[in-house]
């Protein structure tokens, strides 16, 4: 929030940030009041408002998700922020949300049709995102064609919507582009 103080000096208003409630913002608008002299207070702009009830929230969703250790999906998100690649169309933005989560149709239709699971069947173990994308060696040749910059977990590569462009050629060329 902005505070504006009026004063005498040839620069007539002091531009103070922060929050109010915030301890030392407080002791900086009486300090700037008492040397003024007035005890007038501006209106705070809405959009400031909205801005810092964002910034909390943001930080209690933060708070809150960090307890969570238990939770799965800690190992692919540590840090609350947007995750969809912004360049992304709609039916990007599905499969990569679908990746992030773990839960695929090709991974996760059988538990709807009470099928058996799938399974890789190269590796013979079951058919997973963190397979597809970061153990299957039958992939490793053209995961590090495609991802060499990074480390191959599911934290590195979909933390990052910038590796998005490399994942979707990925599964394209691995024909499970329709994950
Ligand atoms: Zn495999």
Request: hydrophobic letters at 35%; aromatic letters at 8%.
């Amino acid at each position: 929030m902005t505070t504006l103080v009026k004063t005498e000096h040839p620069f007539s208003q002091i531009s103070l940030i922060g929050h109010a409630g915030i301890t030392g913002n407080e002791l900086a608008d009486t300090a700037a009041r008492s040397a003024t002299g007035s005890s007038e207070r501006f209106p705070i702009p809405y959009s400031d408002l909205k801005a810092c009830y964002r910034q909390k929230l943001q930080s209690i969703w933060q708070s809150n998700w960090d307890q969570q250790t238990e939770n799965k999906l800690h190992s692919v998100l540590h840090v609350l922020a947007p995750t969809v690649p912004s360049s992304s169309n709609r039916r990007e933005q599905v499969i990569w949300t679908r990746l992030r989560l773990g839960h695929t149709r090709l991974t996760h239709r059988h538990l709807l049709f009470g099928e058996p699971p799938p399974y890789c069947e190269i590796c013979n173990v079951p058919l997973s995102v963190k397979h597809i994308l970061c153990d299957c060696p039958h992939s490793n040749h053209l995961r590090n064609r495609l991802l060499n910059s990074v480390d191959f977990t599911i934290s590195s590569i979909l933390n990052n919507s910038n590796n998005s462009s490399f994942v979707f050629k990925f599964l394209s060329i691995k024909d499970f582009i329709h994950i």
